[in-house]
Structure formats: C-alpha cells, structure tokens
T-cell receptor
Framework: GAVVSQHPSWVICKSGTSVKIECRSL??????MFWYRQFPKQSLMLMAT?????????EQGVEKDKFLINHASLTLSTLTVTSAHPEDSSFYIC????????????FGSGTQLSVL | SQQGEEDPQALSIQEGENATMNCSYK?????LQWYRQNSGRGLVHLIL?????REKHSGRLRVTLDTSKKSSSLLITASRAADTASYFC????????????FGKGTKLTVNP
C-alpha cells in the first residue's frame, strides 16, 4: 500500500510563532498533495493543493501568506502556519494520490495544532 | 459549499447490527468515495464507486450509488465495536478533478 507520513502529530506553540508541518509520501512519488483543515466534530476543509516544483493552489478564503506551502520534492510537502494565532488552532491533515493507486487519497495521520 | 452531505450525523447501534449511512451531493461526478476516520487520526479509504456503477461490495461494506438522485449509501453489515469511527463521503470538486470535497460525516458508535 501507499504510506503518507505526517509530522509532528501535535504541536503547541505561542501566539505569533510559526509552525511547520511535514508531509511525506514514503513509498511513492506524489506530484500533488492536498492540505486539509478540520475543526472538532466537523468535516475536512480543503485548504490548498500542493504542486511539486510550482506554486500551491489555494482555495477561496485561505490566506496564502498565512499558510505557506512548499513542495520541493516528489515526496515532501510542507505547510507552515506563519504568525500563528489561537484561531489557527485546528487539526491539519495532508493527503496524496499514488499515481498507481487510482483516484483514492492516502492520508497522513494529522497534526493537532494548539496556539496559546 | 459542501459537496457531500451525510446523514445521519450520528448513529449508535449494537454489535452485530447493520449500519447504514447516506450521502447526497450536488454536482455531476465520475466517482464517489467513502472514507473512515478514527478519532484524532487521518482518513482511510474504504471504497470507490464509479458513476456507471450502481452497487459495489467490499467485505462487510456495501455501497450504492444513485446518480439520478445524486445520493449514495454505505452499509456496514454485522458491525463490530472496532467499526466505531466517523465515516465521510467524498466527491471530486468538478467531474474528474483530483481535488476531493468531503461531507460532514456520520459518527458511528458500535456498542459491545
């Protein structure tokens, strides 16, 4: 199967600091990765599409300067929450599609961000 | 707006019973997928059904798709306590788009 690894699993930070979340595809190359955000007991909201070697595509209403996405290689995408504030506290999940695996997405285990 | 809307929002059953969850969507799709999420974890793909399919089985899972009603259902038979999780349907944002939009999910609790 395809494995997507996401780190860290949880992070607590002070307001105003930046936090980086990594998403790696361990056994396949992912030209595209997706970043989602999930509030407690709610659905996943697509934030952006991360494209290897090019700029990310952000969904409407998502601040690209706030949520920096870098997809520097075919196996790694990073999401940096800049100048985090308490309202950024959420569960962030990345996903990727294995080109050999059809349309289904493989998800990381998520990162719980708590901003104090 | 949400593409997929599941109902019920929450479902509590006893072990051994069947659980049925429904999903409605709004636009044309070429496939619909169901995912499972354990609390505080990522999602796991369960099953994909294409627009030209009406029913699909995988183990204890049975998925139906009615494109005329823009709805799908997920049936879990002979449920187990380990099936306790949230279940989401997901559809491409536009036809064959790579991006998936998820519904609000059904929280299933299977009591031993």
């Amino acid at each position: 199967g395809a494995v997507v690894s996401q780190h860290p699993s949880w992070v607590i930070c002070k307001s105003g600091t930046s936090v980086k979340i990594e998403c790696r595809s361990l056994d396949f190359q992912a030209t595209t990765m997706f970043w989602y955000r999930q509030f407690p007991k709610q659905s996943l909201m697509l934030m952006a599409t991360s494209n290897e070697g090019s700029k990310a595509t952000y969904e409407q209403g998502v601040e690209k300067d706030k949520f920096l996405i870098n997809h520097a290689s075919l196996t790694l995408s990073t999401l940096t929450v800049t100048s985090a504030h308490p309202e950024d506290s959420s569960f962030y999940i990345c996903s990727a599609r294995n080109p050999a695996g059809g349309e289904k997405l493989f998800f990381g285990s998520g990162t719980q961000l708590s901003v104090l | 707006s949400q593409q997929g809307e599941e109902d019920p929002q929450a479902l509590s059953i006893q072990e051994g019973e069947n659980a049925t969850m429904n999903c409605s969507y709004k636009t044309s799709i070429n496939n619909l997928q169901w995912y499972r999420q354990n609390s505080g974890r990522g999602l796991v793909h369960l099953i994909l059904i294409r627009s030209n399919e009406r029913e699909k089985h995988s183990g204890r899972l049975r998925v139906t798709l009615d494109t005329s009603k823009k709805s799908s259902s997920l049936l879990i038979t002979a449920s187990r306590a380990a099936d306790t999780a949230s279940y989401f349907c997901a559809t491409p944002t536009q036809g064959g788009s790579e991006k998936l939009v998820f519904g609000k999910g059904t929280k299933l609790t299977v009591n031993p």
